[in-house]
């Protein structure tokens, strides 16, 4: 399988800032390429460095196997672009100001625009400047997928969409990437990612911290293990499972004759079933990793920002890596 993007020690830096250190990232034709990280993490100065819209202070990029910085308009043909902040604004309905665009960007198939804009649920005939955010994007969405580039680059792509319209997102996604092209997409939201990507590339202050495919990410985390037992004393159920390898934050409670058991298992948890059927096993529920809690987990104490309290937390699937807002440098 060939290379598509390619970085090697990239770095840029904004003055005394530095955005990106050193990323050495390599993307495959056909696959989604998922970038990850909180605001400020380096996903769309990486994304204008591959695009020659910032240039980068040191190290090197190519892009379709050519260097962004020589491409042209022949390679920015190939590309489709959807950047993180979309400025649309003009008296043009949506309809005139895709067919600009696919006049600049190359051949457009017939009907695909229309059917791009039902799809997602966009009135080609509404003015850009009375279009909302989630219909700004939707227009965003189809100049980016209308002329089936071979690369697409898609930053924050599902912002401002409802989750319907998100859904109809993953499945274009799946579709270009069954058609062969790739898919490069930076996110806050790990749902996106866990449902369309390949491999995950997560960054923290401009620094690859980890690239691997999301089974391997979310295995990283450990399944989460409830066990109710009856007919048990807490000290002995204790001292039967401190044995078992891997299992961490265990908690066993009295629970009438019996006893309730909580833990973590890093790794198989057959030997953690086989030492609760030791006991008369009346509950027992094995929880799925969870892929927020393997990203979290490569973090460590220095997280920027704390996730929300308990009770303010909104689902695994919806949360974003951190609560803060915008970073000047993403």
């Known amino acids: 399988m060939d290379t598509v993007i390619t970085t090697e020690q990239l770095v840029k830096r904004f003055g005394s800032r530095t955005a990106v250190h050193g990323l050495d990232l390599e993307v495959r034709r056909g696959e989604v390429f998922g970038v990850i990280g909180p605001n400020g993490a380096g996903k769309t100065t990486t994304m204008r460095m591959l695009l020659d819209i910032v240039r980068p202070t040191s190290g090197s990029a190519t892009v379709l196997g050519r260097n962004p910085r020589t491409g042209g308009a022949g390679l920015r043909r190939r590309i489709g672009f959807l950047p993180g902040e979309l400025l649309l604004e003009g008296r043009a309905n949506a309809g005139e100001l895709l067919s600009h665009y696919a006049r600049i960007s190359g051949p457009v198939p017939p009907r695909r625009i229309p059917e791009l804009a039902e799809r997602l649920g966009l009135d080609l005939s509404r003015q850009i400047r009375g279009l909302s955010k989630g219909n700004k994007q939707k227009l965003g969405l189809i100049q980016a997928f209308m002329h089936q580039p071979e690369l697409l680059v898609l930053d924050e792509p599902t912002s401002g969409l409802d989750p319907l319209v998100q859904q109809e997102f993953l499945a274009m996604v799946r579709e270009a990437a069954r058609a062969g092209q790739t898919v490069f997409l930076s996110s806050h939201v790990l749902s996106e990612v866990e449902h369309v990507a390949d491999r995950v590339a997560i960054l923290r202050e401009g620094r ?16 989460h293990v409830r066990a109710v037992l009856a007919d048990a004393d807490v000290a002995g159920v204790r001292a039967l499972l401190e044995a078992v390898p891997g299992l961490r934050d265990l908690a066993v409670h009295a629970d009438g004759g019996g006893a309730t058991v909580t833990a ?7 030997p953690l079933v086989k030492s609760l059927a030791r006991c008369t096993v009346t509950g027992l529920v094995v929880a ?3 892929l927020e809690e393997a990203v979290l987990s490569l973090y460590g104490p220095s997280t920027p ?12 699937a919806d949360r ?7 970073d000047r440098v993403r």
């Open 320 to 326: 974003p890596l951190t609560t803060t807002g915008a």
């Open 264 to 270: 973590t298992v890093d790794g198989a948890v057959d």
């Open 288 to 290: 799925e990793p969870d």
């Open 208 to 223: 690859l911290l980890s690239v691997s495919d999301v089974p391997s990410l979310r295995a990283g985390a450990g399944h």
């Open 305 to 316: 920002t704390a996730p929300l309290p308990l009770g303010q937390q909104r689902s695994a």
